[in-house]
């Protein structure tokens, strides 16, 4: 599976990006990760072949995660941003459909992007 982000940059805060991941091959599930300088990559968001999606608590309520399955895209919509959501944002896959990880545990993903940076100021 090869993933690529785009959509990053610098807000204000309150603002609004969408990031976009494009993807090739098939995966169960898809997500969002996001580091800070220091910090452990965490899930930010995630969402199953069927559709059932997982949030962080920190974002529930600002972003929403979304595929379009015949453009191989998958879509990250950042609404009322905040500083503390600045960082590397990345895009990944998992093809397994049994794993002892939870939905936004980054061990249970095999496939990443490169990564697209979020600076909200």
């Known amino acids: 599976v090869q993933l690529v982000e785009s959509g990053g940059g610098s807000v204000e805060v309150g603002g609004s990006l969408r990031l976009s991941c494009t993807a090739s091959?098939?995966?169960?599930?898809m997500g969002w990760f996001r580091q800070s300088p220091g910090k452990v990559r965490e899930g930010v968001a995630a969402i199953r072949d069927d559709g059932i999606t997982s949030y962080a608590d920190s974002v529930k309520g600002r972003f929403t995660i979304s595929k379009d399955n015949a453009k191989n895209t998958l879509y990250l919509q950042m609404n009322n941003l905040k500083p503390e959501d600045t960082g590397m944002y990345y895009c990944?896959?998992?093809?397994?459909?049994?794993?002892?990880?939870?939905?936004?545990?980054?061990?249970?993903?095999?496939?990443w992007g490169q990564g697209t940076q979020v600076t909200v100021s």
């Open positions: 091959g098939y995966r169960y599930w």
């Open positions: 990944a896959a998992r093809s397994m459909r049994y794993s002892p990880w939870g939905a936004l545990d980054r061990r249970g993903y095999n496939d």
